[in-house]
């Protein structure tokens, strides 16, 4: 039970640091989806824009089309889980 209770809390921190809002969701820069892009093992030189698709998104998974200088990508984000990435032409 107490592991329920720090896990919670946690979250109320989140949100109430986040300004109420859950930041992955709504504004997520280039260089934070690049970061990502590259952990996972893609090359991303130089990110110059990220748009969510708010067509495909969905509540708990974030679609962003992320350019950077040598390739453009879509990523889906979904919470505690790796990013799904697909390169695009």
Same mark, same amino acid.
């Given at each position: =039970?107490?592991?329920?209770? /720090?896990?919670?809390?946690?979250?109320?921190?989140?949100?109430?640091?986040?300004?109420? !809002? /859950?930041?992955?969701?709504?504004?997520?820069?280039?260089?934070?989806?690049?970061?990502?892009?590259? *952990?996972?093992?893609? !090359?991303?030189?130089? $990110? &110059?824009?990220?748009?969510?698709?708010?067509? *495909?998104?969905? $509540?708990?998974? &974030?679609?962003?089309? *992320?350019?950077?200088?040598?390739?453009?990508?879509? =990523? !889906?984000?979904?919470?505690? =889980?790796?990013?799904?990435?697909?390169? /695009?032409?």
């Amino acid at each position: =039970m107490a592991w329920h209770r /720090l896990l919670v809390g946690t979250f109320a921190v989140a949100f109430v640091a986040s300004g109420g !809002r /859950l930041a992955w969701a709504q504004e997520t820069p280039p260089e934070d989806l690049a970061s990502q892009l590259r *952990l996972q093992g893609h !090359r991303c030189d130089e $990110p &110059v824009t990220a748009q969510r698709d708010a067509q *495909l998104s969905k $509540p708990d998974e &974030v679609v962003w089309n *992320l350019r950077c200088g040598n390739a453009s990508y879509r =990523m !889906r984000l979904t919470p505690d =889980m790796a990013a799904r990435i697909e390169q /695009l032409n």
